[in-house]
Nanobody
Framework: QVQLVESGGGLVQAGGSLRLSCAAS????????MGWFRQAPGKEREVVAA????????YYADSVKGRFTISRDNAKNTVYLQMNSLMPEDTAVYYC????????????????WGQGTQVTVSS
């Protein structure tokens, strides 16, 4: 069983930055690709970014490219999402996720989810 716990959300003004963290436990962290998703009110959950087991490969949604950076520290069993130049449309609940597979599996069919952390960007 995998447990994922997100932290770092909050209220920030447009143009500001936040860093989300996701602490994982229950399995060997370095064996799993990790991803960040978000869900805004009235919208479907969407993938934001993902990172491979080693950290060498990453994926970003077009809407966040150049503004968000995903990284991981396998020694700390933690994945991060650095969010810069935040915009009001980034407002959502952000979820950490993982899957029994590679990066492509995480982006399309994650098996485990965190409880989510709220990010609100004011204009």
């Amino acid at each position: 069983q995998v447990q994922l716990v997100e932290s770092g959300g909050g209220l920030v003004q447009a143009g500001g930055s936040l860093r989300l963290s996701c602490a994982a436990s229950g399995r060997t962290f370095s064996n799993f690709a990790m991803g960040w998703f978000r869900q805004a009110p009235g919208k479907e959950r969407e993938v934001v970014a993902a990172i491979s087991m080693s950290g060498y490969s990453t994926y970003y949604a077009d809407s966040v490219k150049g503004r968000f950076t995903i990284s991981r520290d396998n020694a700390k069993n933690t994945v991060y999402l650095q969010m810069n130049s935040l915009m009001p449309e980034d407002t959502a609940v952000y979820y950490c996720a993982t899957a029994n597979g590679a990066l492509a599996v995480v982006t399309t069919n994650p098996s485990y989810w965190g409880q989510g952390t709220q990010v609100t960007v004011s204009s």
